[in-house]
């Protein structure tokens, strides 16, 4: 009787013209860069379409985490700062491979990385503040910014300069309302790694001119040259520092929506409150998996090294084909995406996209998504199988040749 009263109601109310856009807020209306990209996503997907367009790893996480788990023992609600025996761990696990002298009181688990870059914001930002934004960079980051209110300014990375943060040019970009920097090594989309060398000069202009520095370190553990250094480590950092995880990559788990931030303990207290706001915690069976991957440490050190090698032979593989193909691409140093320039081809990524999605039943990211200095570039993401990747770069490759002169009709 109830639903009927209120069908009739829904029908009533359909016949008037209604102006949606009133009940949406000025954030939702904002149109962010990667809006297109989204509606392409959700798009019925075409069939024997290759999709080299997430971040999602195809290894399943090993199967001796989830043995023996009570889940329905888990179905209640936890501390929104997380259950301490994990914080604890995490500590712990933050101490030994990150060099960072952290305790339980700096720790709080969230549901994914996700949710740590916004309660970091959250945390921490006024309207007005100004962020510095090195782009192109994992594609949320301006929007969740800008949510705030906060200004972001964005830092173009180069690619004779192997997309790497140049010092000097940051320094540049600091003013009066300067507040935070956002850094990503392993960078979304580009693979750079931030050296040492870099990060100390980094981490001088943050204590020179009293910023804090929100460090998203989601592929900390897939790094294929060079080292993965914290810049919360370094002299004066921690202080100033958010640090930002996920199981979502290294452990293959993206859909258990478990991550988790490490800053000082006012910032922790912070997030703790406002994740009332948000989530109130991340799922208790997400947690005790968490605790799971840290107490099997050496077999999951075994589960990553395999990852790893499985990665690196995609990478060299993902990264000869497209140079083959004409599409130019370095080597990424670290996480799992190929960032090649398209330039020759299309003047611009979308274009690109579009026809490859069209013409060769490929799905990738286009650059632009990334921000203004993505323009020009493609991501593609090995954390495909070998024989999905295999398969597309003989796509691309029959699409590239086709192509050749498909700048001069864009
Ligand atoms: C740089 C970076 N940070 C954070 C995230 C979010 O990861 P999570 O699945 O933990 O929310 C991603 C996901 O692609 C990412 O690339």
């Not at 929104?80 to 761990?89: A, D, F, K, N």
């Not at 499985?310 to 990264?319: L, N, P, S, V």
Request: proline share 5%; charged share 25%.
């Amino acid at each position: 009787m109830m639903f009927q009263y209120l069908n009739t109601e829904r029908q009533t109310m359909a016949g008037y013209q209604m102006d949606e856009t009133r009940f949406l807020s000025s954030i939702a209306k904002r149109k962010y860069p990667h809006d297109e990209t989204v509606r392409m996503l959700s798009a019925p997907r075409k069939e024997g379409v290759i999709s080299l367009n997430l971040g999602e790893p195809d290894f399943a996480p090993p199967q001796f985490l989830f043995d023996g788990l009570d889940a329905a023992g888990k179905k209640g609600y936890g501390p929104p700062i997380g259950m301490p025996g994990l914080r604890e761990g995490i500590a712990r696990k933050l101490k030994s491979s990150n060099g960072i002298d952290a305790s339980m009181e700096n720790i709080a688990v969230t549901c994914g990385a996700t949710e740590a870059l916004f309660l970091s914001a959250m945390a921490s930002l006024n309207p007005k503040d100004e962020v510095i934004l090195p782009e192109p960079c994992f594609s949320v980051m301006k929007g969740m910014f800008e949510v705030f209110g906060a200004s972001v300014i964005d830092l173009p990375l180069k690619q004779d300069e192997q997309f790497e943060v140049n010092p000097d040019e940051l320094a540049k970009q600091v003013g009066e309302k300067t507040k935070c920097i956002y850094l990503n090594s392993p960078s979304n989309p580009t693979g750079a790694i931030l050296s040492r060398k870099i990060l100390e000069e980094i981490a001088d202009i943050a204590v020179d001119r009293d910023l804090f520095v929100i460090s998203d370190e989601a592929y900390e553990s897939l790094v294929y040259e060079g080292e993965h250094v914290s810049i919360a480590s370094l002299n004066g950092m921690f202080d100033r520092t958010i640090l930002v995880y996920t199981l979502s990559k290294t452990w293959a788990m993206p859909g258990f929506r478990l991550g988790y931030m490490c800053a000082p303990d006012f910032i922790i207290q912070a997030a703790a409150k406002l994740h009332l706001y948000t989530t109130v915690c991340a799922p208790l069976f997400s947690q005790a998996l968490g605790l799971r991957v840290l107490e099997k440490a050496d077999s999951m050190r075994l589960f990553l090294s395999e990852a790893k090698k499985e990665y690196e032979k995609r990478r060299d593989f993902i990264t000869y084909r497209l140079n083959e193909a004409g599409l130019w691409t370095h080597k990424p140093k670290g996480a799992f995406y190929a960032f090649s320039d398209i330039r020759q081809f299309s003047k611009t990524s979308s274009d690109f996209s579009k026809a490859l999605l069209e013409e060769a039943n490929v799905l990738a990211m286009p650059g632009s998504d990334f921000g203004p200095s993505g323009e020009g570039f493609m991501r593609f993401s090995y954390a495909a199988s070998m024989k999905n990747i295999e398969d597309a770069m003989d796509r691309i490759d029959a699409f590239a040749r086709k192509n050749k002169s498909f700048s001069k009709n864009a």
